[in-house]
């Protein structure tokens, strides 16, 4: 059965649907007329809106939506106070009495008040002083961090059910509070707020709660209020960060993949003999068997200690792609212009090489190359003294072109630009690897360093496909070639790893 495709379940805008400006693509929202504040949820408006959370973690859901209902009725009957967005910083510029005639049907209720107490724990909280008034001494502080904590964790994500319950919260005390209207056509769209949730199409109702909720951010709930910014870090002074245990990752076995690979790497060696009808030098007989198994070497190699889980996996699996790429784009130009290029190109990278290095004593000299045997590459073919250095692309292209050229750019889109993101250290792939996320919730999921990333997605079942195009390819150029990498997935077993894979 075919696997649903992924853009089913994408909901935000496709590739097709950015505009393109020269080299960047811009996704439709930002080319929107105008400058566009952006208040976020989570960072400026969750904060001000922390009371409310503490009644959400502690409540049942009819239980907290009835008490909301009974403030939004409190708004109404208090219309003079013009509370917009139910928020923090908005209390504090509250007398007291007002505060209290808002607050009544939970400053009526004792339990209701216990619950709210965590807020003490918060010294600059804008509107501490009216909550100071009422709310019971707190005794159990990390009792009521933890608290505040699973109110947070319930509401980071924008659309959760309680994010999207206390943002109708806000919704409907701005309407009780005469600050929004619906025009008369709107009213069936007025029925479903008001009844929420139990009247309308909830995949409808509820985004057009959060989005009428965003549309009226007032300025104290925005990033302008300092109250935002002194909660997160309040927080983040008074928190511990949670970071993630170490998972021992589970043992792969890959013996069986390794012995199969060894194998290939044997029966396109002996394939080499079979073809070959000359010693002279033959770019095309060398390039052709000398792609194939440096693509293999590499797929023995990401097999071994774990590499293909690790991140040089990725850096293999590239490097594949690119040798696939230049063998496919070699095939469709299959002529000895074309092979000798990419062999003097190669020859003259040496030449390069070796001249950058014979100044240097040999205490300066990098570890990982014998200038004597660079020397010896570089003139293998043809006197160092003619061969010309290119110092561009050898085929005077780049990879992408050159893999649609080659009819094979739909490999090059799904093997080669996220793996080079490791390879370059690019942000993403930085994030991806060293980094994980801080558990407590009051420090909203920040980035922390994570233990050495031994489990990534394993590379292997990729390698082998790849491998087997460039065998593909092998089977075109010398003819006939049928061995394949049968074995498509590592082996997963249930031990732990052995130590040596700490
Ligand atoms: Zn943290």
Same mark, same amino acid.
């Given at each position: 059965?075919?696997?649903?495709?992924?853009?089913?379940?994408?909901?935000?805008?496709?590739?097709?649907?950015?505009?393109?400006?020269?080299?960047?693509?811009?996704?439709?929202?930002?080319?929107?007329?105008?400058?566009?504040?952006?208040?976020?949820?989570?960072?400026?408006?969750?904060?001000?809106?922390?009371?409310?959370?503490?009644?959400?973690?502690?409540?049942?859901?009819?239980?907290?939506?009835?008490?909301?209902?009974?403030?939004?009725?409190?708004?109404?009957?208090?219309?003079?106070?013009?509370?917009?967005?139910?928020?923090?910083?908005?209390?504090?510029?509250?007398?007291?009495?007002?505060?209290?005639?808002?607050?009544?049907?939970?400053?009526?209720?004792?339990?209701?008040?216990?619950?709210?107490?965590?807020?003490?724990?918060?010294?600059?909280?804008?509107?501490?002083?009216?909550?100071?008034?009422?709310?019971?001494?707190?005794?159990?502080?990390?009792?009521?961090?933890?608290?505040?904590?699973?109110?947070?964790?319930?509401?980071?994500?924008?659309?959760?059910?309680?994010?999207?319950?206390?943002?109708?919260?806000?919704?409907?005390?701005?309407?009780?509070?005469?600050?929004?209207?619906?025009?008369?056509?709107?009213?069936?769209?007025?029925?479903?707020?008001?009844?929420?949730?139990?009247?309308?199409?909830?995949?409808?109702?509820?985004?057009?709660?959060?989005?009428?909720?965003?549309?009226?951010?007032?300025?104290?709930?925005?990033?302008?209020?300092?109250?935002?910014?002194?909660?997160?870090?309040?927080?983040?002074?008074?928190?511990?960060?949670?970071?993630?245990?170490?998972?021992?990752?589970?043992?792969?076995?890959?013996?069986?993949?390794?012995?199969?690979?060894?194998?290939?790497?044997?029966?396109?060696?002996?394939?080499?003999?079979?073809?070959?009808?000359?010693?002279?030098?033959?770019?095309?007989?060398?390039?052709?068997?000398?792609?194939?198994?440096?693509?293999?070497?590499?797929?023995?190699?990401?097999?071994?200690?774990?590499?293909?889980?690790?991140?040089?996996?990725?850096?293999?699996?590239?490097?594949?792609?690119?040798?696939?790429?230049?063998?496919?784009?070699?095939?469709?130009?299959?002529?000895?212009?074309?092979?000798?290029?990419?062999?003097?190109?190669?020859?003259?990278?040496? @030449? *390069?090489?070796? %001249?950058? #290095?014979?100044? $240097? +004593?040999?205490?300066?000299? &990098?570890?990982?190359? =014998?200038?004597?045997?660079?020397?010896?590459?570089?003139?293998?073919?043809?006197?160092?003294?003619?061969?010309?250095?290119?110092?561009?692309?050898?085929?005077?292209?780049?990879?992408?072109?050159?893999?649609?050229?080659?009819?094979?750019?739909?490999?090059?889109?799904?093997?080669?630009?996220?793996?080079?993101?490791?390879?370059?250290?690019?942000?993403?792939?930085?994030?991806?690897?060293?980094?994980?996320?801080?558990?407590?919730?009051?420090?909203?999921?920040?980035?922390?360093?994570?233990?050495?990333?031994?489990?990534?997605?394993?590379?292997?079942?990729?390698?082998? @496909? *790849?491998?087997? %195009?460039? #065998?593909?390819? $092998? +089977?075109?150029?010398?003819? &006939?070639?049928?061995? =394949?990498?049968?074995?498509?997935?590592?082996?997963?077993?249930?031990?732990?790893?052995?130590?040596?894979?700490?």
């Amino acid at each position: 059965m075919a696997s649903k495709k992924r853009s089913s379940k994408h909901s935000g805008a496709s590739l097709d649907q950015h505009h393109r400006e020269g080299k960047t693509l811009i996704p439709p929202y930002a080319r929107l007329p105008g400058k566009i504040e952006l208040s976020s949820w989570r960072d400026d408006r969750l904060p001000e809106m922390v009371w409310a959370t503490l009644i959400c973690a502690q409540n049942k859901r009819d239980s907290y939506l009835s008490i909301f209902r009974e403030l939004a009725d409190s708004a109404h009957d208090n219309q003079d106070i013009k509370c917009d967005g139910m928020g923090h910083s908005r209390f504090a510029t509250l007398t007291d009495v007002q505060f209290d005639k808002l607050f009544d049907p939970i400053l009526s209720s004792k339990d209701r008040l216990f619950q709210l107490s965590p807020l003490l724990l918060l010294k600059n909280l804008p509107d501490r002083d009216h909550w100071l008034r009422h709310l019971p001494i707190l005794e159990e502080e990390e009792t009521a961090w933890q608290l505040l904590g699973k109110g947070i964790a319930e509401n980071l994500w924008h659309q959760s059910q309680a994010a999207t319950d206390i943002r109708w919260l806000r919704v409907i005390c701005l309407i009780a509070s005469g600050k929004m209207h619906f025009a008369e056509t709107m009213r069936e769209h007025l029925r479903e707020v008001m009844e929420y949730p139990t009247y309308g199409d909830m995949r409808k109702v509820r985004p057009s709660i959060r989005a009428a909720e965003m549309a009226f951010v007032v300025p104290e709930d925005g990033p302008t209020s300092g109250w935002p910014i002194a909660f997160w870090q309040e927080c983040l002074n008074s928190t511990k960060c949670h970071p993630a245990p170490f998972r021992k990752p589970k043992a792969i076995k890959i013996e069986r993949m390794a012995d199969e690979a060894f194998k290939l790497y044997d029966a396109v060696s002996n394939h080499f003999y079979d073809s070959l009808k000359t010693t002279d030098i033959d770019p095309r007989m060398d390039g052709v068997f000398g792609m194939c198994l440096y693509a293999i070497t590499l797929h023995i190699t990401l097999l071994s200690s774990g590499s293909h889980r690790r991140l040089q996996g990725r850096f293999f699996i590239r490097t594949i792609v690119e040798i696939y790429v230049t063998f496919a784009f070699l095939l469709k130009n299959d002529t000895e212009t074309f092979w000798k290029r990419y062999r003097v190109h190669g020859n003259g990278q040496a @030449k *390069l090489a070796f %001249l950058k #290095l014979v100044d $240097l +004593s040999d205490s300066e000299v &990098p570890s990982y190359v =014998r200038p004597d045997e660079l020397e010896q590459l570089a003139n293998e073919d043809r006197w160092q003294e003619f061969l010309e250095i290119d110092l561009g692309n050898w085929a005077k292209s780049d990879l992408r072109k050159m893999s649609e050229e080659a009819g094979v750019k739909p490999v090059y889109d799904k093997f080669y630009g996220w793996p080079s993101g490791y390879v370059h250290g690019h942000w993403g792939a930085v994030r991806d690897t060293v980094f994980d996320l801080c558990l407590n919730p009051l420090h909203r999921y920040h980035r922390v360093p994570a233990p050495p990333r031994l489990d990534m997605g394993s590379v292997a079942p990729d390698s082998v @496909k *790849l491998i087997n %195009l460039i #065998l593909d390819q $092998l +089977s075109q150029a010398y003819p &006939p070639f049928k061995a =394949r990498l049968r074995i498509k997935e590592p082996d997963t077993v249930t031990e732990a790893a052995p130590t040596s894979e700490k």
